[in-house]
């Protein structure tokens, strides 16, 4: 497999990015894992051939396009070298949509973001069979 990141694995939509930032949402699942907040969601009727991703650094936190760039590079690149296990499950019991909230308040160095994104992919593949059951129903 092709460690890349091409258009087909970006989260382009404004449908799927209003549903999976839709507040109060039963299909929107979250958990923490600094500097990440992740949310994900299954779609068991049409899912996606590769987990479509979006990366997001807040504006707030970071003025300078520069830094949120940058942060976001790292993000991805991470992502892209550890996203083996996650596209080697099958399509019906992976995250079909993942959002990437970067929450540090600082700039953090490529390998604690490589580690946090290790750790997300690693406990995104051992989400409870229980919750993949929920969505299939």
């Known amino acids: 497999m092709k460690q890349t990141f091409g258009k087909n694995e970006r989260l382009c939509s404004h449908r799927v990015i209003g549903r999976l930032f839709q507040r109060g949402s039963a299909d929107v699942h979250t958990f923490y894992l600094f500097p990440f907040r992740v949310l994900y969601i299954y779609d068991t009727e049409t899912p996606p051939p590769f987990p479509q991703l979006l990366f997001s650094v807040s504006k707030r936190q970071f003025k300078k396009a520069v830094d ?55 406990r995104l593949l051992k989400l409870p069979s229980a919750l993949r059951k929920n969505q299939n129903q």
């Open 68 to 122: 949120r760039n940058l942060v976001k590079r790292r993000c991805r690149e991470a992502y892209r070298l550890n996203k083996a296990a996650l596209v080697s499950l099958p399509a019906e019991s992976r995250p079909a949509y993942i959002a990437f909230l970067y929450i540090a308040k600082e700039i953090s160095t490529f390998d604690v973001i490589e580690t946090a994104m290790k750790q997300s992919v690693n």
